[in-house]
T-cell receptor, first 111, second 114 residues
Framework: ELKVEQNPLFLSMQEGKNYTIYCNYS?????LYWYRQDPGKSLESLFV?????AVKQEGRLMASLDTKARLSTLHITAAVHDLSATYFC???????????FGEGTQLTVNP | DTEVTQTPKHLVMGMTNKKSLKCEQH?????MYWYKQKAKKPPELMFV???????INESVPSRFSPECPNSSLLNLHLHALQPEDSALYLC?????????????FGPGTRLTVT
């Protein structure tokens, strides 16, 4: 059974600071996704990582994937208040179709 | 168009009611999903339809009944729900086969069972 662990689960940071969210998973997979969710809203796709060494960047967020270590990171650079949200990583099982989500990281960026 | 739509946005129903949630996508995706999400928790997969056939049922109680009338539409029929079924119900779609398998989520239906 695929297990996905995120840490930290809660992150409070100041504007302008950098931080990294980690996503570990337990079995082989080549597809990993990062989503953002604002309170009361749906999930917004941020990044799709499909191969070992993949790195994607969008604004202040950068995601990477190491399939050998079964680890993905979401790095936040110079955080701003608008980044406050819950971030989920999700891993697709090799059989396809089913995504397993991490517990989510609730990020609060304080002015 | 990368939009998945869901209706209604909010639904309040009693435990004896029958209601349906609807989901629609026009991206040509051939996989569609129902998820249930409780507050401060990740989405939990309920059902997957692939090429209009039910491919995954995550041991969901029979009071939830999915239906996929065609490749663009997905319904979730609700009957005799319990208060603990109150949650955000999310629909998603993706394209199977080659490619990213990225799932696009709809805005959700906030369900309250009284």
């Amino acid at each position: 059974e695929l297990k996905v662990e995120q840490n930290p689960l809660f992150l409070s940071m100041q504007e302008g600071k950098n931080y990294t969210i980690y996503c570990n998973y337990s079995t082989t997979s080549d597809r990993l996704y990062w989503y953002r969710q604002d309170p009361g809203k749906s999930l917004e796709s941020l990044f799709v990582l499909l191969s070992n060494g993949a790195v994607k960047q969008e604004g202040r967020l950068m995601a990477s994937l190491d399939t050998k270590a079964r680890l993905s990171t979401l790095h936040i650079t110079a955080a701003v208040h608008d980044l406050s949200a819950t971030y989920f990583c999700a891993v697709e099982e090799t059989s396809g179709s089913r995504l397993t989500f991490g517990e989510g990281t609730q990020l609060t960026v304080n002015p | 168009d990368t939009e998945v739509t869901q209706t209604p946005k909010h639904l309040v129903m009693g435990m004896t009611n029958k209601k349906s949630l609807k989901c629609e996508q026009h991206m040509g995706h051939r996989a569609m999903y129902w998820y249930k999400q409780k507050a401060k928790k990740p989405p939990e997969l309920m059902f997957v339809y692939s090429y209009e056939k039910l491919s995954i049922n995550e041991s969901v109680p029979s009071r939830f009944s999915p239906e996929c009338p065609n490749s663009s539409l997905l319904n979730l029929h609700l009957h005799a729900l319990q208060p603990e079924d109150s949650a955000l119900y999310l629909c998603a779609s993706s394209q199977p086969g080659q490619g990213t398998h990225e799932q696009y989520f709809g805005p959700g239906t906030r369900l309250t069972v009284t």
